[in-house]
């Protein structure tokens, strides 16, 4: 069946370091999401990408669509505290399906 | 405008009892989507209704039901509770009908625990 798998689990880089989280998916994707979840919140919404190779950018942080629609990063430029969190992407195919998330550690 | 509001917030059962969770979508979304997140796990799909009409379901069984109502609010329920079953329960709304083809916007969820 379709799945979504999500690397790395976890991530501890020193607050200023770069980051990045990368979402692989079994089956071409619609398109593709990304969440980010803080710590006791709910998922928010940060972006959604939808062309082969499309490549979105939000401040410090860089979203990106392969080219066989399979795959997507998301990447954070000199990451702040204010970045700590889970990174959830979700593909949709015939259905919606959540990657298991990176959970990204800042260290002052 | 209000986001997304779900009620309970927190909810304890016993194995075998029923439980139904609340959701109230924000003003002009018409699609209400649940989920299940398990801690330490993404959330995963179970129901979305647009319309009043179920237009999506997961690989959830039988036990799970909802439905969504004329001002599309929603309600899940869940009957014969397992173990398992315990995870915080999220409703997201949309504006659009394909579930994952737009933005979601995700309430604080239902933290249910059962014992």
């Known amino acids: 069946g379709q799945q979504v798998m999500q690397i790395p689990q976890y991530q501890h880089v020193q607050e200023g370091e770069d980051f990045t989280t990368y979402c692989n998916s079994s089956?071409?994707?619609?398109?593709i999401q990304w969440y980010k979840q803080r710590p006791g919140g709910h998922p928010v919404f940060l972006i959604q990408?939808?062309?082969?190779?499309e490549v979105k950018k939000q401040k410090r942080l860089t979203f990106q669509f392969g080219e066989a629609k399979k795959n997507s990063s998301l990447h954070i430029t000199a990451t702040q505290t204010t970045d700590v969190g889970t990174y959830f992407c979700?593909?949709?195919?015939?259905?919606?399906?959540f990657g298991k998330g990176t959970r990204l550690h800042i260290l002052p | 405008d209000a986001g997304v509001t779900q009620s309970p917030t927190h909810l304890i059962k016993t194995r075998g009892q029923q439980v139904t969770l609340r959701c109230s979508p924000i003003?002009?979304?018409?699609?209400v989507s649940w989920y299940q997140q398990v801690l330490g796990q993404g959330p995963q799909f179970i129901f979305q209704?647009?319309?009043?009409?179920?237009?999506g379901r997961g690989n959830f069984p039988d036990r799970f039901s909802a439905r969504q109502f004329p001002n599309y609010s929603s309600e899940l329920n869940v009957n014969a509770l397992l173990l398992g079953d315990s995870a915080l329960y999220l409703c997201?709304?949309?504006?659009?009908?394909?579930?994952?083809?737009?933005?979601?916007?995700f309430g604080p969820g239902t933290r249910l625990t059962v014992t």
């Open positions: 997201a709304s949309s504006y659009w009908t394909e579930v994952g083809s737009y933005e979601q916007y």
């Open positions: 089956t071409t994707l619609s398109n």
């Open positions: 990408l939808v062309k082969s190779g």
């Open positions: 979700a593909g949709l195919k015939d259905k919606i399906i």
């Open positions: 003003s002009g979304h018409k699609s």
């Open positions: 209704y647009y319309e009043k009409e179920e237009r």
